[in-house]
């Protein structure tokens, strides 16, 4: 199982970027919930976002609800992070995992994509 994180590069305060996290080897309905996570630097790692895989629900941190959307594209094993109105707060390294259950953790990891936002 592999999960590819990609999209991450370097953008001005208030623009956009689209993460994308490709997952082979099982199928993303084999998984419960993929998410996204961030780390800057010097700071623990945070969540952002996830998504329910058989009933699409998306919850969102606070502090990227509004600016935020993760969605999904079952026939292409991917799942996707549109990231609007970006602050230089947001400048981090992006994980994407995924769960196979609900409330054991996630079981597989993304290597992480780099997003930085300039002031």
């Known amino acids: 199982v592999q999960l590819q994180a990609s999209g991450g590069g370097l953008v001005q305060a208030g623009g956009s970027l689209r993460l994308s996290c490709a997952v082979s080897?099982?199928?993303?309905?084999?998984?419960?919930?993929v998410g996204w996570f961030r780390q800057a630097p010097g700071k623990e790692r945070e969540f952002v976002a996830n998504i329910r895989w058989n009933r699409a629900y998306e919850f969102y941190s606070n502090s990227v609800k509004g600016r935020f959307t993760i969605s999904r594209d079952n026939a292409k094993n991917t799942v996707y992070l549109q990231m609007n109105t970006l602050r230089p707060e947001d400048t981090a390294i992006y994980f994407c995992a995924a769960a196979l259950k609900l409330g054991a953790g996630y079981d597989y990891w993304g290597q992480g994509t780099q997003v930085t936002v300039s002031s």
């Open positions: 080897g099982r199928t993303l309905s084999d998984y419960v919930v």
